[in-house]
Structures are given as C-alpha cells and as structure tokens.
C-alpha cells in the first residue's frame, strides 16, 4: 500500500537533544519555581517520576493527563491537584529555559516541507507525557510550528505511551489511516521502531540514537538527516 502518511517522533529527532541533559535541565527549574511553595525538590522529582511511569503503564482506560495526577496523588496525597496552576506557570514562564539544553537542526524544517511537497500527510508522534503547552514549546524549539501538523499528541488526547504499539493504532486512528499507509520517522529503537509491529515503514535516524538494548539496527532502514530525504522522495 502506498504511503499517505509520516510520522515523527520530536524528542532526539526534530528536537536534537541529549536525553539527560534535557531532563537534568528540566528537573532542576521545575523543582527551583515550586520550591518557593513547600515542594521538596527530590521528593518532587521522584513524584514526577512516578506519574511518568503511571502513564508509561496507561491501559487506556483514562487519559494520560488523568494517568499522571493519579500517580503523582500517590506520592502527595489528593489536594496535590490543586497545584496544577503551578506546573502550568512553570511551563508558560519558565520552561523556555530548558531549551538551552537542546540543540537545532534546520534539517527539521526541510524534511517536513519535503514531505508536505510530496503530498504526504504529517503528525507528530511525540511520546505523550507533557501537556500540550510543553509540547508546542518543544515544537517551536525545532524551529517549526504545531500548525505544521495534522495531530499532535499531548497527555490530554492520549491515552497509552510508547513502546505500546496502542499508542500508535490509536494516532493511526485519529488520522482515519491504516498502518500500512504510514512512514514512522524516529530516533529510538525501542520507542519508534515498534510501529513496524503494526505493519508500518519506519525509518531510524541515527543522529542521537537511542538503543538501549543494542539491537541490530540493520534491520530497519536508517541513517542520517541526507538519507531520511533521500528515502521520502523514493516512497
């Protein structure tokens, strides 16, 4: 079946990043702004971490959004909710801060004007553990726009995460498009590369890869910024 549709992955893909570097950077100004109201900044990490993984866990069942408040409830108790408004103040104020721990690719712009050239469609695949305000900041950082894209997925419209091949079906879904119409573009081999399970093309781009388990990435069509464009006008 032809391809209609490319997805991508943001994090190590559009958006160059160091993994620990962002999440370093991340921790530490969220932890700093809610410090100044009564949050242990360890006890908080930890936490986060635990809502991460809540939803990482998601059966579906609730959003992740839901999924998230759940998990970190777990660590402080149910008035925890309440201060929601501080995380979103963090995230309007402050988290342009962590870009600085994120690097730029112009290549970004150039393959998703490549693929709307060749009159494919475009989504972002981002695994959806940030609300959307967090994501179109991590958005414009790669130099490009959330209008760029059909759909985006955030922890309000989601409701599984990767490597949960759901997570893909349930984007494929959303786009009215079947797995085998679908091109899966990321730098994770455990994350990304799951959406061939569904039936999908996938193509694994080796700047920042992620391979934790050093697996033969000969068998996924892969390789650098030049390759990927070259692999989209031969689709």
């Not at 994350?191 to 694994?204: C, H, P, Y």
Request: aromatic letters at 12%; hydrophobic letters at 40%.
């Amino acid at each position: 079946m032809k391809i209609t549709t490319v997805l991508f992955d943001l994090d190590g893909t559009l958006l160059p990043m160091d993994m620990n570097e962002f999440i370093k950077a991340y921790f530490g100004g969220l932890a700093r702004r809610l410090a100044h109201h009564g949050y242990d900044p360890q006890k908080l990490i930890d936490a986060i971490w635990q809502g991460t993984a809540a939803m990482v866990k998601n059966n579906g069942e609730v959003n992740n959004e839901e999924r998230f408040w759940q998990g970190f409830e777990a660590a402080y108790g149910k008035p925890a909710r309440q201060d929601e408004e501080l995380f979103a103040a963090f995230y309007r104020e402050d988290f342009d801060k962590v870009s600085s721990s994120c690097g730029y690719t112009p290549a970004a712009r150039e393959v998703i004007d490549t693929v709307k050239a060749c009159g494919l469609r475009v989504a972002l695949a981002t695994n959806p553990i940030f609300p959307a305000m967090a994501t179109e900041r991590r958005i414009a950082w790669a130099g490009l726009s959330p209008d760029d894209f059909e759909l985006y997925t955030t922890y309000e419209n989601s409701r599984f995460c990767k490597p949960n091949p759901d997570y893909y079906r349930d984007v494929m879904n959303a786009l009215g498009v079947s797995p085998k119409e679908c091109l899966m573009v990321g730098n994770d081999v455990v994350e990304d590369m799951v959406a061939q399970t569904l039936g999908s093309r996938v193509f694994l781009l080796t700047d920042n890869l992620i391979n934790p388990k050093n697996a033969d990435i000969s068998a996924y069509p892969h390789g650098s910024w030049d390759e990927l464009l070259a692999y989209i006008k031969g689709l």
